[in-house]
């Protein structure tokens, strides 16, 4: 079993990686005695890992939300506040988030939010969620106009990853988490893009060894970059590499018929299309990013149906804007990107252009 | 106009007070160039100093929300995420929220939870907003199975109190307002209370003077509290004298029966009756509480369709509980109180009855 921090002062956290990590889970939860938190889960991750939390934390109270990002709405929280205030929960009342990173966002929101704020446990289960939305206290739901519109920074008290959840993952799940892996390499981590390069193979064969290798040095990244900046008002952009492009496919083509992990992929492959275009980033560099997201299994072409300017449309709408200006980041070699809201229009639309086959 | 400041490090903010200050609220409100803050405020107080508050602000970006409490919730919230996608503001948006504590509280909570954190200001235009809900950033809306049980803590860049918005305030709002007063007057400041013992009159009067005399003296007794407690783990919660009896009864007469103010007058006369009978108040300091209290005009019974059985469950619920047990704030003089979830139910439960007419 690995155990990293993410060092924040009064809000640290550690993270516990490996196998069996679920069946350990019992001395990292720290519950009072005579206050059982009450665990939250999805219908697909509830009939698998459920018994071993209700184990290990000696809780039988539980919630089960409905599955998918399409889900991950104001409406559904709402449930959350329902069954607490039914079951007369306090202040004082714990969340443990077991699933992917809907339910981690959603559970961590209504956390953050009821009763002004009470702690919770990330039991991430899909690779996306263990190397990187279940670290560093980003939660929050959807908007019909925009992806993550509402929510609040609020840190776990813990994150559990139990690397034996992948081996019941849905493949294209386990491929949609590689893209946020391999977003790490490229903007800060260069060994760990040759890691990848020579271990993919393993990683998708789900070795054990590999797996808890993969995710330490993800959340060692993301650790690191949360420490230095929690609120995103600087360098923690920087882990927005792939999502300006990636949310906007996200909304223009509806929650739920990508993974977010998949259009993060592809925004990946556009930032670096993009960044090439403008002279800030090598010919190679560009294609051993789009070989290793080939072999990631994640896709390289835009869907048909999507209209270049309409997804611009949706850019200047993201959050990542500021005053008006859409802010890319731009890979500027294999390990490491630039923040810039001074990339021209025409160069984005063309080189979106490119990825309409 | 006095000016005080609540001292939290990085998220310290000035209070402003006196007879004309929105008119002069430009100079505090630091807009970037070139992007104008939406101002958010209700029916009844838009049509009395939207004009003042747009002048000063330079801003035509506004939205009105249906008033009173029982509008207090999720789904009025979600107007303003609404209103501030479609109007495509970034994470650079600040919020003015002009109106009651309705509307602090709710534009506080949008203010928290959009884009995970926007800035806003208190322009409190209610006695009550203006002692005590526009300081100190607890924000949240009501949920039907009880009050402000759906928040966040999100401190304001600054609260501007103008004391001539008191001129167009209802009487009753007025005095549901000095019920607040009152309470600093009874857990911490006894030379307020003797002050407001001598100046109810003038206080009820609107006299200038003595409006911004009792203002700045009620937030300087919010802002020492707030900065040594910030996030309630201790004496912030001495706040709450007569809020757990008071949310009681506003639940459970539905929420905008009565006023916030009132509930918590009649809250304060039962936690002074408590500790009487529990042997840690004097009959005499009793009295003068009483006395107070309406000499301010606020209710001393409660409505006879409640039952003090009903009155409990709902503040077992109450986020003031703590592992099940109801903690009560009692006084023990004027100018302190002490918080206690000793306080044996019968007594608790006979006292209630004796504010049954």
């Known amino acids: 079993m690995r155990e990293l921090r993410v060092e924040l002062g009064p809000r640290s956290y550690p993270i516990h990686i490996g196998p069996g990590a679920f069946d350990e889970a019992g001395e990292h939860l720290g519950n009072p005695p005579g206050n059982t938190p009450v665990i939250v889960s999805d219908e697909i991750v509830a009939p698998l890992y459920?018994?071993?939390?209700?184990?290990?934390?000696?809780?039988?109270?539980?919630?089960?939300?409905?599955?998918?990002?399409?889900?991950?709405?104001?409406?559904?929280?709402?449930?959350?506040?329902?069954f607490l205030l039914q079951n007369r929960r306090g202040r004082d009342t714990s969340l443990l988030a077991l699933g992917g990173g809907v339910v981690g966002d959603m559970v961590g929101f209504a956390a953050a939010t009821y009763q002004r704020g009470i702690p919770f446990v990330q039991l991430p289960t899909t690779l996306l969620a263990q190397v990187d939305s279940s670290?560093?206290?980003?939660?929050?739901?959807?908007?019909?106009l925009g992806k993550n519109m509402i929510g609040a920074f609020h840190q776990p008290k813990a994150v559990i990853v139990d690397t034996d959840t992948l081996r019941t993952?849905?493949?294209?799940?386990?491929q949609a988490g590689?893209?946020?892996?391999?977003?790490?390499?490229?903007?800060?981590?260069?060994d760990l893009f040759f890691w990848l390069e020579a271990h993919l193979d393993a990683l998708l064969?789900?070795?054990?060894?590999?797996?808890?290798?993969?995710?330490?040095r993800s959340c060692q990244n993301k650790?690191?970059?949360?420490?230095?900046?929690?609120?995103?008002?600087?360098?923690?952009?920087?882990?927005?590499?792939?999502?300006?492009?990636?949310?906007?496919v996200e909304t223009a083509v509806g929650y739920g018929d990508w993974l977010h992990g998949e259009a993060v992929g592809l925004g990946i492959r556009i930032a670096a299309q993009l960044s090439g275009r403008l002279g800030t980033l090598d010919h190679g560099s560009i294609e051993r990013i789009n070989r290793l997201l080939d072999r990631?299994?994640?896709p390289a072409t835009l869907p048909p149906e999507i209209d270049p300017v309409q997804l611009l449309e949706l850019m200047e709408l993201d959050?990542?804007?500021?005053?008006?200006?859409?802010?890319?980041?731009?890979?500027?070699?294999?390990?490491?990107?630039?923040?810039?809201?001074?990339?021209?229009?025409?160069?984005?639309?063309?080189?979106?252009?490119?990825?309409?086959?």
Chains 1, 2 share one sequence.
């Not at 892996?181 to 981590?189: E, F, P, S």
């Not at 500021?322 to 923040?339: E, H």
């Open 50 to 82: 459920l018994e071993k939390i209700q184990w290990a934390s000696g809780s039988d109270s539980v919630l089960i939300l409905p599955t998918g990002e399409s889900e991950k709405t104001l409406a559904t929280v709402g449930k959350i506040y329902d």
């Open 135 to 144: 670290v560093g206290g980003k939660t929050g739901v959807n908007h019909p």
């Open 169 to 174: 993952l849905d493949k294209r799940q386990l």
């Open 178 to 190: 590689l893209a946020e892996v391999i977003k790490y390499g490229i903007i800060r981590d260069t």
């Open 205 to 216: 064969g789900l070795d054990d060894q590999a797996l808890t290798e993969c995710i330490s």
């Open 223 to 248: 650790a690191e970059i949360v420490q230095a900046d929690e609120k995103e008002a600087g360098q923690r952009a920087l882990l927005n590499l792939g999502h300006t492009f990636g949310h906007a």
């Open 296 to 298: 990631a299994g994640l």
């Open 319 to 357: 959050k990542k804007t500021l005053k008006g200006r859409i802010r890319y980041v731009l890979p500027t070699a294999i390990g490491s990107a630039v923040i810039t809201d001074s990339a021209p229009q025409p160069d984005v639309l063309a080189t979106l252009h490119e990825f309409i086959l």
